[in-house]
Each structure stands twice: as C-alpha cells, then as structure tokens.
C-alpha cells in the first residue's frame, strides 16, 4: 500500500516537471517565433534593463570582491609550500573566468532578479492583468517576456563582465595583504597564461544562464495558480528550476568544450 | 468585418465552459442586437465573470457557439482574435490596472498601442479622466489609489479608444450609490455618443436593470431569465423575482447567494 502510494506520487512528480519543462520549451519557441522578424518594444527593454542591472550592481561587486580574495586565502598554504607565486593569476583567473563568476553571478541573479521578475509577473497574472493586456490585443509574450528575457541576457553578461574584472581586483588585494604578491606579478601570471577564450568561454556561459532564468522565471509567473499561496509557490519553482537549469547548462557546456 | 444591421452584435448559442471537471456555463445561449444594453445578473461565483471573457475570445468554449462583431470565436485563430479585441473594451472586475504605469498612462495604453498621435492621446486621456472625476489624478501609480478610483479608472481605459463593444465587470462593486449613479449616467452617455453595444455584469440589480435595456439572469450555469428590464421585479418566475428583490425563497437559498453576491470584495470601498 505504502509503495503504491509512494509510486503514484513519484509518478505525479514527474509528470509535473516534465509539463513544466514541456512549458518552458513551448516558452522558448513562441520567444523566438515573437523575435521573427525582430521586434522590441523598447520602452519596456529599457525599463527592465535599468531596473535588473542597474540594482544588481552593489551586490555582485561585494561579492565578487571577498570571492576574489577568499580563492587567494584557499590558495595561500599550498603557494607558500610550492613557491607557486607566479601562478597565483593564472589559478584565479581561470577559474573566476570559466566557472566561478558565471555561475556565482548567475544563481546570484536568479534569486534576485529571477525571483523579482516571477513574482511581478504571478502578481499580473492572479489581478488579471494579463488578461488585460489580452484584452487590449497586445501579446503577452512580446510586451511582457521578450523584453525581460533580452534584457536578462544582455545583463547577467554586463554583470558577469564588471563580477569578474572586481573578483581579479580583491585577488590582487588578498594576494598582496596574505602573500605580499605584487599585484603586477599577478597582472602578468594572468595575461601571460589565460587568452580571449578563457573569458569568452565563461560569458558565453552567462549568456546562456541569463536565457535560462528568464525563461524559468517567466514560464512559472504567467503558469501561477492559487492567489498570493500560488505567487510563493511559483517563486519558489522558478529559483529552484534556474539554479537546477544553471548547474546542468554549466556541465553540458564545460563537457562540451573540454 | 463588421457586425452588419440586423446581424448580432454578440451571439452565444448553447455555450458550456467547465473547469477541472466543474462544470460554470451549460448551455448558455444569448443575443445581443448592435447597441443594445444587456445586463447579466446572478449568484455569485455564477460564471458571470467567466461569460464576459469568452465574449471578449479570452477563453475558449468547451461547447456551443459564439459570434461577436461578425466573427466566428470559436474557429478563429489568435491575429484574427487579436484584431477583434482592438474593437472591444473591457472593464474586469479586479480593474486590472497595470501597476507598473501611472493613472493617465494606463488610460493612454489602448491608444498608443492603436498608433494614436500623442496630442490626441493627451486629449482624450484627459477628457476621460475628468469624465469620471479623476482630473488631477494623473500622475498616481495603482498603489495610491482606492479600489473605487481603480474601478473608475478601469473604466476610463475601457472607453477611451471608443470600441464597437464594451464589457463591464461589476462597472460599480465598491462605490457609493451617488458614484454609481454617475458612473451609468457616464456609460450611458458614452453609448449615445459612440453607438457601442454594452454587456454590464452587475451584482448591483438595482442599478444594472435601470441601465440596461435588457436583462439575463445566469443560475446554475444557464440563462434562467432574459427579458426587458422593466419587467426584472416581476418576473412570472419566482427564483428570478426573489433574486431581484433580493427576497428570502426555499430557505433562504437564493437570497444567501444574492447577498453574497452584493458583498463588495475587501478593501474596494472608494
């Protein structure tokens, strides 16, 4: 009786994150069938970008800072060992480049900006004002998630770019104040060991992590059920799908391209 | 296409919508000529709110038939939709203001997404908020407003691009009857002026049977009435007549839902 019960809900389960990733890929499709031929409305582009960026900007800055320096404390003991002063850069930069800032930045951002962006959209969607924007014959999808997603994209990268270069700044900080590393030897360890594809490679990463929260948050604000109960639900669902989203990306990309 | 003389303006036959196996609308049928006036009363939680969006092609029907305007709703796909509700207005019940756009730039929506020249914009939008008596309000967001100014900007917005068919969810829940008295003289005379075709959900019987000229009462997901106004208080059937007057009947049954019904929703006091 107890495994039938546990079966059946395993069951349930998984058919509702397989309807959710069947809705997050009709999303997708009606996003880039809504960008043929390329149309934005820009007063909403414009609104979005200030007010996903813009307010983010504090936030990955001290954190890209004590990341920075905490690599170079991890580092310390095995650099003082090894005499690997000259490699402190290079460590840090890749991995800041590749893996740590994009996917730092980009759970930073789904929590905050991809919990913002479910919760308003939910809100529109249980006070009807979706509806709304239907009855005004204006696509939803095109007034309200193609410019959300556009501009998610195009900041998680800004962000990724400005987390990265403070993340070499509190290296160099740390590098100086624990190993008393010039930050010019860290500078050259840097530009001598790692190339554009080191860093292209993490803001390609961001890029895609930005579609995929934007999607996620998107998808599980205008899909909400149940009032303001379903508003939390839906937040909940969408952080928790773009971080699962981010972490399989990441994988999927680094194997790719290893 | 439009809705030619002598052709309904809105034309329902044998509508049912259901909702996880709850069954809201069975059978509706209903026929409004151009610029008529009908007013839908029933219980609460009755499928009123439900009719208005199909009319309005929002939602799909699960059975039956609905024309609007001259078009076929139920085989048509999303453009011609799309073009239809450029020719609707629409008041909800819940306003549904958006909150991100300030009082006067939610009146200009429908017409700067119609490609209406800015003056012109300016012009109405203003002329529609002072209609409703909410000049000096411009520059408010939702947030600072009360749920009577909502409404009366919700209706503002349903207005301002003088559609061929306007419908209004419960136009008046929440206002004070002098407000309510304005609100009809208001959709009245838009009416006069623009020849539209009115539909008016209404838990307000009172007001809604002075308005229109017609009115249907939906109980238990069917068109249990429909009639001239005039004749609503005395109605031959007895579940209509109780519901209108508001009168106890078969233990209170009818006159619990109407009074529920009647309850305005928390916080839209004006």
């Known amino acids: 009786m107890i495994f039938r019960r546990s079966l059946t809900q395993l069951g349930g389960r998984v058919m509702a994150m397989a309807r959710d990733v069947g809705g997050v890929f009709v999303l997708t499709m009606e996003v880039l069938r809504a960008l043929i031929p ?56 890749y991995a800041v480049f590749r893996e740590v800032g994009p996917i730092l930045i980009g759970l930073m951002f789904s929590g905050r900006v991809g919990a913002n962006n479910t919760a308003e959209l939910a809100t529109m969607t249980v006070t009807e004002q979706v509806d709304g924007l239907q009855a005004l014959a204006i696509d939803p999808i095109r007034y309200l998630v193609v410019p959300r997603v556009v501009a998610m994209m195009i900041m998680l990268v800004a962000l990724t770019v400005i987390g990265d270069a403070v993340a070499l700044i509190g290296t160099m900080i740390m590098s100086y104040v624990v ?22 490679h993490g803001i390609s990463k961001s890029l895609v992590f930005g579609a ?16 303001a109960v379903g508003v939390g639900r839906a937040v909940n669902a969408a952080v928790v799908g773009a971080a699962v989203s981010i972490c399989f990306l990441d994988f999927l990309m680094t194997y790719l391209t290893a | 296409m439009t809705a030619r003389d002598g052709q309904a303006a809105v034309e329902l036959e044998g509508v049912g919508k259901a909702f ?8 509706v049928s209903l026929t409004v000529p151009p610029g008529g006036r009908l007013g839908i009363i029933g219980p609460a939680a009755g499928g009123k709110s439900v009719l208005l969006k199909l009319i309005a092609g929002l939602q799909r029907p699960d059975a039956g038939a609905i024309r609007v ?33 300030s009082v006067a730039d939610n009146v200009a929506f429908p017409l700067l997404h119609a490609g209406v020249a800015a003056d012109e914009i300016d012009a109405r939008v203003a002329a529609r908020l002072r209609a409703v008596g909410l000049a000096g309000s411009e520059s408010k967001m939702p947030a600072e407003l009360s749920g009577g100014m909502k409404k009366r900007v919700g209706i503002a917005r349903a207005t301002v691009a003088r559609a061929e068919l306007v419908l209004y969810d419960e136009p008046t829940a929440g206002l004070d009857p002098v407000t309510t008295s304005k ?27 002075a308005f229109a000229d017609t009115i249907a009462m939906l109980h238990d997901g069917r068109i249990r009435w429909v009639g001239a106004a005039a004749g609503l208080f005395d109605a031959d059937d007895l579940v209509v007549r109780s519901f ?9 049954a009818v006159l619990s839902r109407s009074v529920e019904a009647a309850r305005p929703a928390p916080g839209a006091w004006p």
């Open chain 1, 38 to 93: 390329p149309r934005l409305d820009g007063r909403e582009t414009v609104r979005n970008l200030y007010k996903m960026g813009n307010r983010s900007v504090p936030i990955v800055v001290l954190t890209a800072l004590f990341v920075g320096g905490l690599m170079v404390i991890q580092f310390a003991a095995f650099v003082k060992q090894f005499g690997a002063r000259a490699l402190v850069g290079w460590g840090t930069g």
């Open chain 1, 179 to 200: 190993l008393d590393i010039h930050p010019y030897t860290v500078w050259y360890s840097l530009v001598d060991n790692l190339g554009p594809s080191d860093f292209l």
């Open chain 1, 212 to 227: 995929a929260i934007a999607l996620s948050s998107c998808y599980f604000g205008l899909t909400v059920r149940g009032g």
């Open chain 2, 20 to 27: 996880g196996g709850r069954r809201v609308l069975a059978g």
């Open chain 2, 69 to 101: 305007l001259g078009h076929d709703l139920v085989a048509a796909r999303e453009p011609e939709l799309a073009a239809l509700r450029k020719r609707i207005g629409m008041l909800f019940q819940n306003y549904a203001l958006f909150d991100f756009l």
């Open chain 2, 183 to 209: 609100i009809y003289d208001l959709l009245r005379a838009d009416q006069a002026e623009t020849g539209s075709t009115a539909v008016v959900v209404s838990s307000d019987v009172a007001a809604v049977a």
């Open chain 2, 244 to 252: 209108a007057r508001g009168e106890e009947r078969d233990g209170a």
